[in-house]
T-cell receptor, first 114, second 110 residues
């Protein structure tokens, strides 16, 4: 059984388009995250939700909008895609808010903006 | 905010112990040290975490120095499947988010 799943796995799109990445976890966790891993392999947190409420919002352009319809889902919508948005995006979840809780990661979504 | 320092790369022979060091000299008394690894093209995977005492689980052992300024992750019998980037992380900031560095790229050789 997949614990944290993301769709799609690969996403290739043109500059200026709007796209969404979906994330679902079946672990019963109450906290979910979005991370961005760039070409230099730095993994940076973008957002964190606890029980559908935003608790971490890093310095991310407002073209990125997370949406959590329920505790098990955290989707990422990106407007007006730019070349610099090309990266691998990872969703993660944990029981409790992050720092003292093991995080489970999804397989990642490789976004390529042309 | 705690920051961690790790060597960029290490090699280990298959079947031998892999000892991965991490410096976290600015860690505060109540901050845990976490270890994750990322196998190529996969999401990061939790390994172990600790505060003061040494910890062991089915994947690895974590040795933390008494002054808590450094720690070592030990993979007792490394296999080829342990080839990955290993991240030593400490939470930081008021919201306690995990700050990820570039980690140590461990190559386990046959």
């Amino acid at each position: 059984d997949t614990a944290v799943s993301q769709t799609p796995k690969y996403l290739v799109t043109q500059m200026g388009n709007d796209k969404s990445i979906k994330c679902e976890q079946n672990l019963g966790h109450d906290t979910m995250y979005w991370y961005k891993q760039d070409s230099k392999k730095f993994l940076k947190i973008m957002f964190s939700y606890n029980n559908k409420e935003l608790i971490i919002n890093e310095t991310v352009p407002n073209r990125f909008s997370p949406k959590s319809p329920d505790k098990a889902h955290l989707n990422l919508h990106i407007n007006s895609l730019e070349l610099g948005d090309s990266a691998v995006y990872f969703c993660a979840s944990s029981q409790g808010q992050g720092s003292h809780s093991e995080q489970f990661f999804g397989p990642g979504t490789r976004l390529t903006v042309l | 905010d705690a920051k961690t320092t790790q060597p960029p790369s290490m090699d280990c022979a298959e079947g031998r112990a892999a000892n991965l060091p991490c410096n976290h000299s600015t860690i505060s008394g109540n901050e845990y040290v976490y270890w994750y690894r990322q196998i190529h093209s996969q999401g990061p995977q939790y390994i172990i975490h600790g505060l003061k005492n040494n910890e062991t689980n089915e994947m690895a052992s974590l040795i933390i120095t008494e002054d808590r300024k450094s720690s070592t992750l030990i993979l007792p019998h490394a296999t080829l499947r342990d080839t990955a980037v290993y991240y030593c992380i400490a939470p930081a900031g008021n919201n306690r988010k995990l700050i990820w560095g570039l980690g140590t790229s461990l190559a386990v050789n046959p």
